[in-house]
């Protein structure tokens, strides 16, 4: 069912941290075939790549440069470093204060963090036909999260959204499966149209998925929208984030 929006902000958006040491991990794992990712870092503390810090710089130039009818008044990050370091790097010169909140943190994959699908085959190939089983959306790795456990905590935010945000121009700034979350949460969509998203599309680096207040509903206008970035010398990346656990295989 898709939310109604008496009340609560005039626009929403959506922006996914840069590129980070993780993808880079990610995609070197992938090219050797490995099993596991040579990253000693736990998730939250994963940084930015020297991509991904362009990346942000060129959101803050994108922001700086927008009139104060469309300029952020409220912004909100995930703790994750490669986040937050996104979020600080984009809204320094604008003024606003900058608040965290762990309902963005990324997806949690418990004891499959860190391993490529590869890796997921051979050590947990019990997990690799429970989430064939199960499907994407609700398969939950053990001790880790599923995409409907991060749905709720989308939906958590949002309620909070509803009450002392009356027209403000919220920015959230968040991982890769939280933004889906948001759409399903946001468009009431099904765990097929979802997840049909998610084949189609592989959102980049520091784009925007935007939504506009119109009457009763937060409408999208835009989704997984480079335009920041395109305009600068920083490269349009869209690695999945982290592991591969964490893209197309779980």
């Known amino acids: 069912m898709k939310p109604r929006w008496t009340s609560g902000p005039a626009g929403l958006t959506l922006v996914r941290h840069g590129h980070s ?11 050797a075939g490995a099993e596991v990712l040579d990253l000693d870092a ?16 060129a959101v803050g130039r ?29 809204v320094e010169r604008l003024g606003v204060d900058l ?11 418990g004891v499959l963090d860190g391993l490529t699908g590869t890796g997921i085959r051979k050590r947990h190939p019990e997990e690799a036909g ?23 905590r989308a939906r958590s935010l949002l309620q909070d959204l509803r009450h002392g945000y009356d027209d403000a121009r919220v920015y959230l700034f968040t991982h890769q499966a939280v933004i889906m979350s948001f759409r399903y949460a946001l468009e009431g969509l099904s765990e097929e149209e979802i997840l049909d998203i998610d084949r189609e599309v592989q ?7 935007t939504y506009r207040r119109e009457g009763e509903g937060l409408e999208l206008v ?9 305009r600068t010398d920083a490269d349009v990346t869209e690695q999945a984030d982290r592991v591969g656990a964490g893209g197309a295989d779980v």
């Open 130 to 152: 429970r989430r064939d089983k199960l499907g994407k959306f609700y398969y939950q790795p053990p001790s880790g999260e599923s995409w409907a456990d991060v749905v709720l």
């Open 62 to 90: 994108w922001l700086d440069e927008l009139g104060d009818d469309d300029r952020p008044t409220v912004v909100v990050s995930s703790p994750y470093r490669r986040a937050a370091e996104t979020a600080r790097r984009a």
């Open 222 to 230: 835009t989704f997984a929208d480079t335009a920041a970035v395109d």
């Open 42 to 57: 736990r998730d939250a503390d994963v940084e930015l790549s020297r991509t991904g810090q362009e990346q942000a710089d």
């Open 99 to 109: 608040e965290y909140d762990e309902r963005l943190r990324e997806r949690d994959l």
């Open 203 to 209: 959102i980049p680096n520091a784009s925007f998925t």
């Open 21 to 31: 040491v993780g993808n880079e991990a990610d995609s070197a794992a992938r090219e």
